[in-house]
Nanobody
């Protein structure tokens, strides 16, 4: 089992920045991909970004490309999502997720989830 704990959410004005972190514990040796998803009120959970743990290969949703950056610290078993130029439509609960295979885009591709952290962007 892998346990994930997110931190770093909060309230920020439009145009501002936040950095989310996700610390993994447990059976992290089986880690392959860490992803970030978000869910706004009344909407489905959607893909934001993912990173292959070993190689650092990154994937982004078009809506965040150029504004968000995903990274990882393998020594600390921690992933980060740096969010710049935040917009009101970025408001959501952000979840980190992990799996032990190469798939990375869909909610169903991930086996382990954090509890989520709220990001609120005021206009």
């Amino acid at each position: 089992q892998v346990q994930l704990v997110e931190s770093g959410g909060g309230v920020v004005q439009a145009g501002g920045s936040l950095r989310l972190s996700c610390t993994a514990s447990g059976r992290t040796i089986s880690f392959y991909t860490m992803g970030w998803f978000r869910q706004a009120p009344g909407k489905e959970r959607e893909f934001v970004a993912s990173i292959t743990w070993s190689s650092g290969t990154q994937y982004y949703a078009d809506s965040v490309k150029g504004r968000f950056t995903i990274s990882r610290d393998t020594a600390e078993n921690t992933g980060h999502l740096q969010m710049n130029s935040l917009k009101p439509e970025d408001r959501a609960v952000y979840y980190c997720a992990a799996n032990d295979r190469t798939a990375w885009r869909r909610v169903g591709d991930y086996d382990y989830w954090g509890q989520g952290t709220q990001v609120t962007v005021s206009s």
